[in-house]
Antibody, heavy 121, light 108 residues
Framework: EVQLVESGGGLVQPGRSLRLSCAAS????????MHWVRQAPGKGLQWVSG????????GYADSVKGRFTISRDNAKNSLFLQMNSLRPEDSAVYYC??????????????WGQGTTVIVSS | YELTQPPSVSVSPGQTARITCSGD??????AYWYQQKPGQAPVVVIY???ERPSGIPERFSGSSSGTTVTLTISGVQAEDEADYYC????????????FGGGTKLTVL
């Protein structure tokens, strides 16, 4: 069964850091780009960051550029999001998603169930 | 670079719902459509503009014309009430993914 399981969310004070993880199973993780997408309460989906299969190509939303870092470990079938200098507006459910494309980025055909991040003092 | 969707669409059961998504980059990039029900993760219902994943009912279809893509749900059922998002991606230069603002489908 193809599956993505996020972890690492929680309550954190503004300005602090948090590291999210996404464990993949049931597919050849190293063949596909991966993404982080978030959803603030009552709001729409917002792409946060993406990384190519080789980690050679990475992109970030402007709102997180310079604060968040995406990475992956293909040997461990894992995706990560290091979030620094967190702000209250970063509070959201964070989903990891598997890109359907083999090379170019296209869209996500598999999603995790999400992990909740709350940034509050 | 934006994708524009109507905030809401309402239809009666059995009718056809059409949700549009407009963006200048859509002629060059594939569109994906996701269904999201309250408290659940998104699920892809249409990929690469017109393709339907296995397990998605045949009443879901996608089309593309110029700068607009359309998700059509024929014979809408109560269980189709959800938020729907379009999405496209660019990996030819700047690496980014864009979502539309979402459309709330209400089944009357």
């Amino acid at each position: 069964e193809v599956q993505l399981v996020e972890s690492g969310g929680g309550l954190v004070q503004p300005g602090r850091s948090l590291r999210l993880s996404c464990a993949a199973s049931g597919f050849s993780f190293g063949d596909f780009a991966m993404h982080w997408v978030r959803q603030a309460p009552g709001k729409g989906l917002q792409w946060v960051s993406g990384i190519s299969w080789s980690s050679g190509s990475i992109g970030y939303a402007d709102s997180v550029k310079g604060r968040f870092t995406i990475s992956r470990d293909n040997a461990k079938n894992s995706l990560f999001l290091q979030m620094n200098s967190l702000r209250p507006e970063d509070s959201a459910v964070y989903y990891c998603g598997k890109d359907q494309g083999f090379g170019e980025w296209r869209g996500m055909d598999v999603w995790g169930q999400g992990t909740t991040v709350i940034v509050s003092s | 670079y934006e994708l524009t969707q109507p905030p809401s669409v309402s239809v009666s059961p059995g009718q056809t719902a059409r949700i549009t998504c407009s963006g200048d980059a859509l002629p060059k990039q594939y569109a994906y459509w996701y269904q999201q029900k309250p408290g659940q993760a998104p699920v892809v219902v249409i990929y690469k503009d017109t393709e339907r994943p296995s397990g998605i009912p045949e009443r879901f279809s996608g089309s593309s014309s110029g700068t607009t893509v359309t998700l059509t749900i024929s014979g809408v059922q109560a269980e189709d009430e959800a938020d729907y998002y379009c999405q496209s991606a660019d990996s030819s230069g700047t690496y980014r993914v864009i979502f539309g603002g979402g459309t709330k489908l209400t089944v009357l």
